[in-house]
T-cell receptor
Framework: ETGVTQSPTHLIKTRGQQVTLRCSSQ?????VSWYQQALGQGPQFIFQ???????GRGNFPPRFSGLQFPNYSSELNVNALELDDSALYLC????????????FGPGTRLTVT | EDQVTQSPEALRLQEGESSSLNCSYT??????LFWYRQDPGKGPEFLFT???AGEEKEKERLKATLTKKESFLHITAPKPEDSATYLC??????????????FGTGTRLQVTL
């Protein structure tokens, strides 16, 4: 069974640029959630995708957007990067809706300069 | 708004010295409470899910318990490899079908020889 994978591992971008982060869910999982984790903080919920539809969103502006593909992999896109977007971006997959354990990937470390 | 507070922020134990980590939460209706372990620069690793007050779960040296307002993670006779940040997260009933997790800021545990 393959776990959650994310790419790239690290990324450095300049303020104002755009970035795309990728996530492959654990085998058999159809729900993907994205979280942002600033240094020393707990992860903050960005949004969730279930069967290719956005299924819930946290307090993040519209420049954070996403996609889920038929194979349940997912992308997180961030436009007009700001310095405060520097963080560890985590993808988590789960099976179905409701109370389900979410299994996290290793994360992508984004640095905005 | 959901609130999850973890204490202490940091804890240093000697090998074999048992202790407990606390997670207090304020939600309008709890669907589930989750414990994760996170090593530096890595994604959170799932440990336990607790659903209702009075429930307990164990795994090796860890035992999680749940009351109506808080959860405890008891660590018995810890070893240096238990050093990590322990995160608590809640899932609220009003989140609808989205299985959004609201995290605390974690407890950084260091176990020394």
């Amino acid at each position: 069974e393959t776990g959650v994978t994310q790419s790239p591992t690290h990324l450095i971008k300049t303020r104002g640029q755009q970035v795309t982060l990728r996530c492959s869910s654990q085998s058999g999982h159809n729900t993907v959630s994205w979280y942002q984790q600033a240094l020393g903080q707990g992860p903050q919920f960005i949004f969730q995708y279930y069967r290719e539809e956005e299924n819930g969103r946290g307090n993040f502006p519209p420049r954070f957007s996403g996609l889920q593909f038929p194979n349940y992999s997912s992308e997180l896109n961030v436009n007009a990067l700001e310095l405060d977007d520097s963080a560890l971006y985590l993808c988590a997959s789960s099976l179905g809706q409701g109370v389900r354990e979410q299994y996290f990937g290793p994360g992508t470390r984004l640095t905005v300069t | 708004e959901d609130q999850v507070t973890q204490s202490p922020e940091a804890l240093r134990l000697q090998e074999g010295e048992s202790s407990s980590l606390n997670c207090s939460y304020t939600v309008s209706g709890l669907r589930g409470l989750f414990w994760y372990r996170q090593d530096p620069g890595k994604g959170p690793e799932f440990l336990f899910t607790l659903y209702s007050a009075g429930e307990e779960k164990e795994k090796e040296r860890l035992k999680a318990t749940l009351t109506k307002k808080e959860s405890f993670l008891h660590i018995t006779a810890p070893k240096p490899e238990d050093s990590a940040t322990y995160l608590c997260a809640v899932q609220e009933k009003s989140a609808g079908t989205a299985s959004k997790l609201t995290f605390g800021t974690g407890t950084r545990l260091q176990v020394t020889l």
